[in-house]
């Protein structure tokens, strides 16, 4: 069977034709289709799998697709079979005689996929099956797993055993056959992880292909088209642009940015973009996984590649925003190579007494009098001709010293860019942004305009609970009846629990994990008296081994061991989430007391920027997991007077108030 236009498999057909057709057939599709080099490893897996099926498959009925399309995870299942009400996903290993833990993960992983994205999959049964061909038979239980989705526990299988597990599981079918032209043709709306996201754009898939497409999520398409659009305009009327991108936690700010970067990745193009960001573990750990991503696709293809020349390209388009300034310091007249320059969360700008101090330390200028954002305003100006600017703002998630806000980037342009056009989110208005005062000086200008496309409303994140980021504002602003109602609304799809158990939470946290989902422990940086519980705040992590390593690393976030802190996570993301909450934000009746542990006692949080700044952490803490969170509020200790009982009580009693449920 011929593919007459796009699909997201290299071959498919019914079973029953499939293994009449001819092999040779069978193999020219899949070469057709496949969009590398056909290696002559990959042709004989291919016959190998092929034959394995036919035999397997022999008195089943049912439609087969191989190599079917994972764009989100940048992978190819190797074969979909549907019989009934069934759906097999199967993994080979030709020549394989072990099952292992990562080829486990794997297959899983496919499954949860179509169960969590492609929405004819939703309901219907899904049983991922590794095939390790030439491994000894295995005795297990085939069961489905906990999370009662109709998703069945990996199964190991060699070439002899896969026709007996298909038996036993097709005489358990319960449910109406699924129609494969509809299922094959069914919509597919994932959400990927920024890591995922970033492989997946950096390997050619468009930002269509990797983000969901229900009516809720399709601004995050219009955005980018809007920023496009705003490019090209720019370029054709030589005109100099800014705009401001606004977006709840998670819903795809950075995706946005990246989306743009990677279609303008050419840097001989007169459109060549670069992505910025002062977040450093997020350009750390992107950069890392575009790397290991890169090395490891064209390794599998044959060719001879050094990592050090894949990260020497990657880093060009995503850099760290410091490292821009400084190179623009070398030349104070020399345009940059880009045209557009990206800034993510844009907001955590300095402001002009952090800069004009690290100007003096560090650079040994001392008259320097100017805010990062004016300043890098100023590298982008120094083109003759046209540039853009776009400043993807969080609101709410400024969490360090000396950021600035986006109301200096306004500022600055009122002040020293009058020419310069502006484009504006209408939501930039919003209290949480803090640049209300900044717009209304900038009204009169003629060339200020708003646009609603540049805001991004819905979180994509948790794509089992659009509400998160809802949820968590109303707790921090302490607003317990709507935060009871919005929890209530999201409970049975995005589990929130809570316990004082630090021990029943790591063990909850791995019950959930599925596959290579990633877990992890998240706390606020000023949580220094977390040590009894082996939380050290101190104890610095690298985060490209915590976010980036298997689960047989002990630097892993898998682990459980070393703890990430809000600057560590800002950014990213984990599948599911353990916060522990310490003493260093606690609550009351009458508001929220922030404290600041020094020396052997807890000190009050005085200054209203500091307070703001450990609000916000606990807000990037609460919204960093896709699918589900669990919650510690210690019991504290009678003995210590570093942690008494009342300093962690009220917070327990207060979201235990709020409904979450207690483990």
Known sequence: MINRRMNRYYYSNSIKNFIKEDITEIIGQLAINNEFNLEQNQRDAWIEEIRILRTALRTFEGSIYLEYSIPRMGKRIDAVIIIKSIIFILEFKVGEKEYSAHAIDQVYDYALDLKNFHEESHSQYIVPILIATNA???????????HQDKTFIPIKCNQNTLIGVMEYICKMDDGN?????????????????????????????????ISRSDAGAQNLKTTAQAISDIINISKERSQKSICFVTGVPGAGKTLVGLNIATKNIDKDNEMYSVFLSGNGPLVSVLREALTRDKVKTERERGKKIKKTEVASEVKMFIQNVHHFRDDCLVDDTKAPIEHVALFDEA????NIEQTRNYMRRKKNISNFDISEPEFLISCLDRHK?????????????????GEASIGAWIEALNKSYPDWHVYISPKLTDTEYTASKALEKIQSRENVSYDENLHLSVSLRSFRAEKVS?????????EKENARETLRSISCNYPMVLTRNLKTAKNWLRKNARGSERYGLIVSSNAERLKPHAIDVKSPIDPIHWFLDDKG??????????????????????????????????????????????????????KTYRKTYLKNAYRVLLTRARQGMVIVVPEGDLEDPTRKPEFYDPTYCYLKDIGFKIL
Request: glycine share 6%; hydrophobic share 40%.
């Open 470 to 478: 809802l949820l968590v504002k109303q707790i921090l602003d302490m």
């Open 553 to 606: 690393d002990v630097r892993s976030s898998y682990y459980l061991e070393q703890v990430a802190t809000e600057f560590h996570i800002q950014g990213l993301e984990l599948d599911w989430a353990c916060v522990t909450w310490d003493a260093d934000f606690r609550y009351t009746d009458n508001g929220w007391l922030h404290k600041n542990f020094c020396g052997d006692k807890w000190k009050n949080v005085d």
């Open 347 to 350: 907001q955590r700008a300095w």
């Open 177 to 209: 056959n699924i129609d494969s032209r509809r299922w094959e043709t069914g919509r597919y709306s994932p959400t990927p992880t920024i890591v995922e996201a970033a492989m997946a754009l950096y390997n050619g898939h468009s930002v269509h292909e």
């Open 136 to 146: 000894n038979n295995v005795k297990q239980e085939i069961a489905l797993s906990d």
């Open 385 to 401: 001709e046209w540039a853009v600017i776009v400043c993807l703002v969080g609101g709410g998630q400024e969490i360090n010293t």
